[in-house]
C-alpha cells in the first residue's frame, strides 16, 4: 500500500546532499521537524523547520546526548497505521504520525579509523540514532528510513511521480537496508569492545560491513557476489585500472598480499592461482624477483595473480604484461609502471593504501552447517629460538634461510603442501592434496616441468630444501622429497613416528629442523 508523506524527522551526521534534499521535501508540502545540527543546516538554507524539543517538550540536555530518546518521538514512529487503538493514542496526546525519518549515524567507524583517543570513538557511539531507524524500520507499512544520502534521489524521484506517496516495496527496501546498517554499525562497537579486553572470542561473535563494490560475479559467473569493509573500514587495497573485479580476484589476490607481506627484507614477488602460491621469490629487484618466482611455474602463473611487497617499477611492469595476468597488486606503483600496465587494459592494478591499517585482533570468518566458523588469524610462523636441529646433520646457514623462506611460503599454501626453494626462491610446490606424500610427488614433479620449461637438464629440485606444513605421518612423503633432490627439510614435528621420520632423514643424510607450529590451511 502507498503511504503519503506528510511530516519527515531529519537528524543527520553525514550532512551531504542534505540541503537540496530537505527543499525538495518542503516543495512538496512535507513538513521538517529536526534536531540540533541539522535543524541549524536546513534554517540557514531558508527552511521552515520545527525543533524536535517543541514536539516533546523537554529540550536537549546532557550535551545532546539525549535529544530524541522520548516516548512521543517514538510514539510517531512506532504506531501502527491500521490499528485504532494507537491512532487514538496519538489523538489523544497530541502527536502527529512521522511518516518519514531521515537518519544517518555518530561517525564511529571512521572514527576509530582515524587512531581517535578512546574518549572520543565512545562519544561516536550513536544511541539515539540507531532507537529512531529501528522504531521506523520496524513500523515500515507506516514510515519509510532513509540511512544513506545515497538514496535520496531515489526517494525524492519517486515521490515526484506519485504525488507525494512512497510504495510498499521501497519502505520495505529501505527497512531492510536500514536494519543492516544498525547491525553493521554495532558489530563494529562490539568489535572494537572485544580488542579492548585482549581479543578473545566472545559469547556472541557479531559480524558487519559496508558494501565497497559489486562484483563480476562470485566463484563461478552464476552466483552473486559482493566486496564488504570490515568494522573499521581497513579494506586490503584499492583498483586503480582495469576491469570489474570478480569474487575470486579480491579472493586470490589477498591470497598473493598475505603471502608477499610475509617478506620484508629484500624484494619479494608472490604469484598466486586459485588461492595458491604457484611461486615465490626474494631477489634484489622486484623484476629479478618476478622473474625466480614465474619460474617455478610458468604454466600454472598464466591468468595467476602477482603480488610485490614493494613499489611496482618500470622493469617489472614491462616483465608483467608479456604474460596473461588477471591482477596485480602492490604497494604503490611508479608512473612508468602505470603506463606499461594500463596498456593492458582489462590487467586490473590494486595498490594498498598506506594508511591501511589491521586491526592486531582479527578473525577468519566462514560458513558452516548453517553457522559460522570463527578463528583468529595465523599471525605467526613459529616461535622464536623454537626451531630445534633433530637430525645428525644440521643445516648450513645457506640452508636454514632458505627452510625459513620456504616454510613461510608453505604457511600460505593449501594442505597438505609441500613447498621445494632454493636461493629463497620456490622450484616446486604441491598444493591441497589428500596426502603428503602426494603433495611432496607433485611439487617434485613441478619442479622438473620448471626444468625442462627453462632448458634446464636437472630438476630444480636438487639442491633445494623442503618445507611441509604439517609433520610427516610416515616415511615416505620425506623419502620422496629426498629421491626429489632435496637436503634439508623443515617440518613441525609431533607425529607419533617422529623417530621413524628422523631416522629415515639421518639415513637419506638429511638436515631437519623442527617448527613446533602448524600451518594448516583449508
Not at 604457484?278 to 595473480?305: K, T
Amino acid at each position: 500500500m502507498n503511504r503519503l508523506v506528510r511530516r519527515a524527522l531529519l537528524s543527520v551526521s553525514d550532512k551531504s546532499g542534505l540541503a537540496h534534499f530537505a527543499k525538495s521535501l518542503a516543495e512538496m508540502g512535507v513538513a521538517l521537524i529536526s534536531t540540533g545540527g541539522t535543524a541549524k543546516v536546513l534554517r540557514s538554507e531558508g527552511l521552515d523547520v520545527i525543533e524536535l524539543s517543541e514536539i516533546t517538550g523537554s529540550p536537549e540536555i546532557l550535551d545532546g546526548r539525549v535529544k530524541s530518546l522520548h516516548p512521543f518521538v517514538h510514539a510517531a514512529l512506532l504506531a501502527k497505521p491500521d490499528d485504532p487503538a494507537h491512532q487514538d493514542s496519538l489523538r489523544r496526546l497530541g502527536i502527529a504520525p512521522i511518516d518519514l525519518l531521515v537518519v544517518n549515524l555518530y561517525p564511529f567507524e571512521a572514527t576509530v579509523g582515524s587512531g581517535a583517543r578512546f574518549e572520543d570513538c565512545l562519544e561516536n557511539i550513536d544511541i539515539g540514532g540507531p532507537a529512531m531507524i529501528r522504531a521506523g524500520a520496524k513500523n515500515h507499512p507506516a514510515v519509510a528510513v532513509v540511512t544513506d544520502p545515497e538514496d535520496y534521489s531515489a526517494v525524492l524521484g519517486e515521490m515526484r511521480a506519485s504525488s507525494g506517496f512512497l510504495s510498499e516495496a521501497t519502505r520495505v527496501g529501505l527497512a531492510a537496508k536500514a536494519f543492516s546498517r544498525t547491525a553493521a554499525y554495532d558489530a563494529a562497537i562490539s568489535s572494537w569492545f572485544m580488542e579492548r579486553t585482549g581479543g578473545e572470542l566472545p559469547p556472541y561473535f557479531a559480524v558487519g560491513g559496508r558494501r565497497l563494490l559489486p562484483l563480476r560475479y562470485g566463484e563461478n559467473p552464476h552466483q552473486q557476489a559482493a566486496f564488504y569493509a570490515s568494522a573499521f573500514g581497513n579494506v586490503m587495497a584499492h583498483p586503480v585500472q582495469g576491469r570489474e573485479l570478480s569474487y575470486n580476484n579480491i579472493n586470490d589476490a589477498d591470497a598473493a598480499w598475505q603471502c608477499v607481506s610475509e617478506f620484508t627484507e629484500s624484494p619479494a614477488c608472490v604469484i598466486v592461482k586459485h588461492a595458491n602460491p604457484c611461486g615465490a621469490a626474494c631477489a634484489d629487484r622486484p623484476a629479478e624477483a618476478y622473474r625466480r618466482a614465474l619460474l617455478c611455474d610458468p604454466v600454472s602463473a598464466y591468468g595467476g595473480i602477482i603480488a610485490f611487497n614493494q613499489a611496482l617499477d618500470e622493469e617489472a611492469a614491462a616483465e608483467i604484461v608479456k604474460l596473461f595476468t588477471e591482477v596485480v597488486i602492490a604497494p604503490a606503483a611508479s608512473n612508468t609502471a602505470r603506463e606499461i600496465i594500463s596498456g593492458k587494459q582489462n590487467l586490473r592494478l590494486l595498490l594498498v593504501p598506506p594508511s591501511a591499517a589491521v586491526s592486531p585482533y582479527r578473525f577468519t570468518v566462514k560458513t558452516a552447517g548453517g553457522g559460522l566458523l570463527v578463528q583468529s588469524v595465523d599471525d605467526r610462523l613459529f616461535d622464536e629460538g623454537a626451531l630445534k636441529v633433530v637430525t645428525k646433520r644440521a643445516p648450513s646457514a645457506a640452508e636454514l634461510n632458505d627452510l625459513v623462506f620456504a616454510f613461510t611460503v608453505a604457511k600460505h599454501v593449501k594442505s597438505n603442501a609441500i613447498v621445494y626453494a632454493r636461493n629463497l626462491a620456490t622450484v616446486g610446490i604441491g598444493a591441497g592434496q589428500m596426502s603428503r606424500l602426494d603433495a611432496s610427488r607433485i611439487a617434485a614433479r613441478k619442479a622438473e616441468d620448471a626444468a625442462k620449461a627453462a632448458g634446464h637438464e636437472r630438476s630444480l629440485a636438487r639442491g633445494s630444501v623442503v618445507a611441509s606444513d604439517a609433520f610427516f605421518p610416515f616415511a615416505d612423503g620425506l623419502l620422496a622429497a629426498a629421491e626429489a633432490g632435496a637436503t634439508a627439510v623443515i617440518q613441525p614435528g609431533g607425529s607419533m613416528r617422529d623417530d621413524e621420520i628422523i631416522a629415515a632423514a639421518n639415513e637419506a643424510g638429511l638436515a631437519m629442523v623442527f617448527t613446533g607450529t602448524r600451518h594448516f590451511r583449508h
